[in-house]
Structures are given as C-alpha cells and as structure tokens.
C-alpha cells in the first residue's frame, strides 16, 4: 500500500536559517503529494502540491520538486520566521476510488527569534 | 467563504454515550472524509464518501458510523465511545477529479473517559 515516511522531529531554527524536511513516499503509480501545515491549535492548510513528476510545488518562500526517480518530495525554505514555527506534514494520494490522503507523521519545527 | 465547518470544536464525553460530530462544507465538493490525528501516527483516514448515499470504510472505522445523505454534510458518529477514540479528528472535502486538493475543517478535540 501507500506510505510516507519523513524525517523525525522536533526540528529547532533560528530565524533566517535554511530549513529542509525530508519525505519520501511508496505508491504503486502516480501520486499526487502534498505539503499542508498545521500552525497551533489549528487545523490542516494546503501549503504546496505537485501532480507529476518534476513538478515544482512553491508557496510562502518553501519549495519542493516531485522527483519520481529518488522517490521523494523535500520540502526547503530558504528563510524562516518565527511565524513559519508548525507541524508540517507530507502526504499522498493516489487511487481513483478513493481520494484518501496518505500522511507522514509530521514534523515539528520551532523558529526562535 | 468557501469553508468546511465542524461541530462541536472540543467534547468531553463518558464511554458508551452515543455522539455525533457534524460535518459541513459549502463548496460544493463531491468527496468527503474523515480523519483522526494522533501523536506520532499523523492523520489516518477513518470513512470517506465519493457522493450522496456512497461512502466507504478507510483505514481506521472500526467504532465509527457515517452517513451521506446530502452532498454538504457527512456526520460521523460514535454509538458506543471508548477511552481509545480520544483523539483529534478533522472532516475534509474536494472535487472529484483535478488535483486531489483536499480542504480540511477546524478538527474536533474529543476526550472519552
């Protein structure tokens, strides 16, 4: 079956430093993946996608390119801000019956000023 | 505003008391689902619906009821909670076809004791 698997955290920053997530997924065809982030006490926002391979998703300053050879869908920011401090999650979703959402477990990331 | 709405938003509730949690979206979405988050597990898919009156088991449903009987709603509910259903849970909805983009409500804290 599907999964997603990416990299453990907590990750802590200082502000204006590089950021990079992980993700690495298994599918059986094309997928779709997914960046959405989770900011405290909220619930679940879109923050990138990209739908074949070589895709370059991008949106608030992160990027992540769809690169169906290595499997994977890294997420990177040039830049953070204190703002940026949430639970990122990949995920995937592939199938034509169903539009389930498969999820990594998420990752923790804190920017200090 | 284009929006999925849930209620209640926090639920303290005793075990074997039936529940219900709404579900609702104004976009017009065919595609309806419902997630449980929990630490370290990320969100996995509980049922899911393709349409009116068409819904399906995800990867969790055991102890879980939903229903489909208009296209903006899908309630999920709990007949008998238990102490292992307190979890996080979010309702998601997209369009069938195009990106898989799935809109995510606020979430629902529910603690069964």
């Known amino acids: 079956g599907n999964s997603v698997t990416q990299m453990e955290g907590p990750v802590t920053l200082s502000e204006e430093a590089f950021l990079t997530i992980n993700c690495t997924y298994t599918?059986?065809?094309?997928?779709?993946l997914f960046w959405y982030v989770q900011y405290p006490g909220e619930g679940l926002q879109l923050l990138l996608k990209?739908?074949?391979?070589?895709d370059k998703g991008s949106n608030k300053g992160f990027e992540a390119t769809y690169r169906k050879e290595t499997t994977s869908f890294h997420l990177e920011k040039g830049s953070v801000q204190v703002s940026d401090s949430a639970v990122y999650f990949c995920a995937l979703s592939e199938g034509s019956n169903d539009y389930k959402l498969s999820f990594g477990a998420g990752t923790t990331v804190t920017v200090r000023a | 505003e284009a929006q999925v709405t849930q209620n209640p938003r926090y639920l303290i509730t005793v075990t074997g008391k039936k529940l219900t949690v709404t579900c609702s979206q104004n976009?017009?979405?065919?595609?309806m689902s419902w997630y449980r988050q929990d630490p370290g597990l990320g969100l996995r898919q509980i049922y899911y619906s393709m349409n009116v009156e068409v819904t399906d088991k995800g990867d969790v449903p055991e102890g879980y009821k939903v229903s489909r009987k208009e296209k903006r709603n899908f309630p999920l509910i709990l007949e008998s909670p238990s102490p292992n259903q307190t979890s996080l849970y979010f309702c998601?909805?997209?369009?069938?076809?195009?990106?898989?983009?799935?809109?995510f409500g606020p979430g629902t804290r529910l603690t069964v004791t």
């Open positions: 599918a059986t065809g094309y997928p779709s």
């Open positions: 990209a739908t074949k391979a070589d």
């Open positions: 976009m017009n979405h065919e595609y």
């Open positions: 998601a909805s997209s369009l069938v076809g195009g990106s898989r983009e799935q809109y």
